[in-house]
């Protein structure tokens, strides 16, 4: 699930040498997250329930973790902020078990693009719950970015699939899990994945039991490079976002969209149709422009 989530610069800003180095990383990010998406597609086709996949995908990543922390991990267990934390956790594996679930019914450009809708709707969770000020600007960006993903669901249209509801309800989960990672900026960066990483993996253990099916030997590097792509799509974000400054790195995160269409029809021989394209466009311009309002805003023009 290729979705960006910022996390706290430094005050000084970064040199144009880190500036471009921040966008590589996101970008090589955006291209494992994809990748990741994928070959959970692929597992799902293969007859494996999300539970079990996100069971394996978050486990494999919360047995990296450990390791890296290991010498340090008394200290980073500790956060000021526990019960914020496991509602991060919590709304980490809401969205990646609802992505993955849509996966079964419809296609990874189609699920791309209604997940990409996740930072208006942090814009708008932030007015509203963070108190950060939001002007009909955005509010009109915000909309928009809805229409289009409306666009791609085409509810009320004999094309419709239920099933894309699903990756709208996991932007909102994703959405909700950003606005609490803003709470928690007390609690350092390793902190916080440990942690949500760590309850993300204990809550899929509570239903991955009882949807569990033997994994054949043909499929266990599609398990194991799950959870690697995952993993490693995760420590260039944070890296990206640590070198460089989050408005000028995060509208590449959008490439996703090209990366969803291309393992789509590569992999599973699907096309993404007119409307799928016309919304993601949509869901695209909509997010630059509420980004773009952003980073005005942070430099001191009025929302």
């Known amino acids: 699930m290729a979705t960006l989530q910022p996390e706290p610069l430094p005050a000084a800003r970064p040199k144009a040498s880190q500036q471009s180095l921040g966008i590589l990383a996101l970008l090589g990010s955006v291209?494992?997250?994809?990748?990741?998406?994928a070959t959970g597609k692929h597992l799902t086709q293969a007859g494996y329930h999300p539970g079990?996949?996100?069971?394996?995908?978050?486990?494999l990543n919360l047995g990296i973790v450990l390791l890296v922390l290991a010498p340090r991990l008394r200290r980073v267990v500790r956060s000021a902020s526990p019960l914020l934390q496991v509602g991060r956790g919590l709304t980490q594996l809401a969205s990646i078990g609802l992505f993955f679930t849509a996966l079964q019914f419809i296609?990874?450009?189609?699920?791309?693009?209604?997940?990409?809708?996740?930072p208006v709707l942090i814009t708008l969770g932030a007015a509203l719950f963070l108190g950060e000020s939001i002007g009909p600007r955005r509010i009109a960006g915000i909309t928009v970015a809805l229409a289009?993903?409306?666009?791609?669901?085409?509810?009320?249209?004999?094309?419709?699939?239920p099933a894309a509801l699903l990756p709208l309800l996991g932007a909102?989960?994703?959405?909700?899990?950003a606005i609490m990672t803003r709470m928690v900026r007390g609690d350092g960066i390793a902190t916080s994945i440990l942690w949500s990483t760590g309850v993300a993996t204990i809550g899929a253990s509570l239903v991955a039991p009882f949807v569990w099916q033997p994994i054949a030997p043909g499929d266990i590097w599609a398990f194991v490079a799950l959870g690697l792509f995952g993993t490693l799509a995760q420590a260039l974000l944070i890296r990206a976002f640590a070198m460089a400054e989050a408005g000028a790195i995060a509208p590449f995160g959008y490439t996703g969209l090209i990366w969803a269409a291309l393992w789509g029809w590569l992999f599973f021989g699907a096309v993404p149709d007119g409307w799928t394209v016309t919304g993601a466009c949509i869901i695209v311009a909509a997010g630059l422009y509420v980004w773009a309002r952003e980073a005005q805003a942070t430099h001191g023009s009025k929302p």
């Not at 296609?107 to 996740?118: F, K, S, V």
């Not at 289009?148 to 699939?161: E, S």
């Not at 909102?172 to 899990?177: D, H, K, Q, R």
């Open 31 to 37: 291209f494992l997250f994809t990748l990741m998406d």
């Open 107 to 118: 296609g990874l450009a189609e699920a791309t693009a209604i997940m990409d809708i996740n």
């Open 148 to 161: 289009g993903a409306m666009i791609v669901i085409r509810p009320g249209a004999g094309v419709f699939q």
């Open 172 to 177: 909102v989960s994703y959405a909700a899990g």
């Open 52 to 59: 079990q996949i996100v069971w394996c995908r978050m486990a």
